[in-house]
């Protein structure tokens, strides 16, 4: 385990936003350095350049005695699957019974770590004031990586940060195209900024735009960033 990676800071707060694990949730994140796409709205443009100085090169086994106290673990950025080192990390915590969830951007392919539960991934889908809709992977690869990776053990989220009217229509056309596809996982919607006040728009937008013979909002998960909310890392 001499392996490092580039760390940018390691805390303690709570899981704010929907996916494997409840909101709410305690548990300990890992930010790593550096990431391939430049968001507009980017909230962690800190933890953006892979050379920034603000980072530690830290071995794995250090990063594993630092989270060992607390069950859940996630992983984000930055961009967690640019770093070599990263699945040796996330196969070490679970075998070492921890829970982990990985912040993925969306334009990286998820790999296959098969024989584990415990394991969830929580995927962006850019969306147009992003700028970086342009780098998602194509929707029709997903559809079969999903099943491939249910197979394997793994859970898979989709998620789509929404600041604006566009934001929602490609959000709402991507998530019917999932249902139509038969492709079925949590769908999670978050409001720029911790916006709550724009749930109630999503929502009349959808009911304006879904297909007739389709009710999105089964699919859908809200949620906030509360961690922001509370005033946490």
């Known amino acids: 385990m001499s392996e490092t990676l580039k760390i940018n800071s390691i805390f303690e707060s709570i899981s704010g936003e929907a996916g494997g694990f409840p909101q709410g949730t305690w548990m300990t994140g890992i930010r790593l350095q550096g990431c391939n796409l430049r968001c507009r709205y980017c909230d962690t443009e800190y933890s953006q350049e892979i050379e920034n100085s603000l980072y530690y090169e830290m071995p794995i086994s250090v990063i594993l005695r630092m989270v060992r106290n607390n069950k859940h673990v996630l992983l984000t950025g930055g961009e967690p699957l640019i770093h070599s080192g990263v699945l040796d990390l996330i196969i ?3 075998g070492n019974g921890h829970m982990v969830q990985v912040e993925t951007n969306g334009s990286h392919i998820i790999p296959d770590i ?4 415990n394991l969830y991934w929580v995927v962006d ?11 998602m992977l194509p929707l029709s690869f997903l559809f079969d990586q ?8 793994s859970r898979i989220y989709f ?14 056309n991507e998530v019917q195209r999932f249902v139509k596809a038969e492709c079925f996982v949590p769908f999670l919607v978050s409001p720029v900024n911790a916006d709550g006040a724009l749930i109630s728009k999503i929502v009349r937008k959808i009911r304006e735009m879904q297909d007739q013979d ?16 509370f005033g946490l890392p």
Not at 125 to 135: I, L, Y
Not at 214 to 229: G, P, R
């Open 159 to 172: 998620k789509w940060v929404v600041g604006t009217d566009e934001d929602i229509c490609f959000m709402i």
């Open 114 to 117: 098969s024989g584990f539960g």
């Open 146 to 153: 999903v099943k491939a990776l249910h197979a394997c053990g």
């Open 214 to 229: 389709m009710d999105l909002l089964n699919y859908l998960v809200f949620s906030v960033q509360l961690h922001k909310i």
């Open 92 to 94: 070490f915590l679970l």
């Open 125 to 135: 889908r850019k969306g147009p004031s992003s700028g970086m809709a342009g780098e």
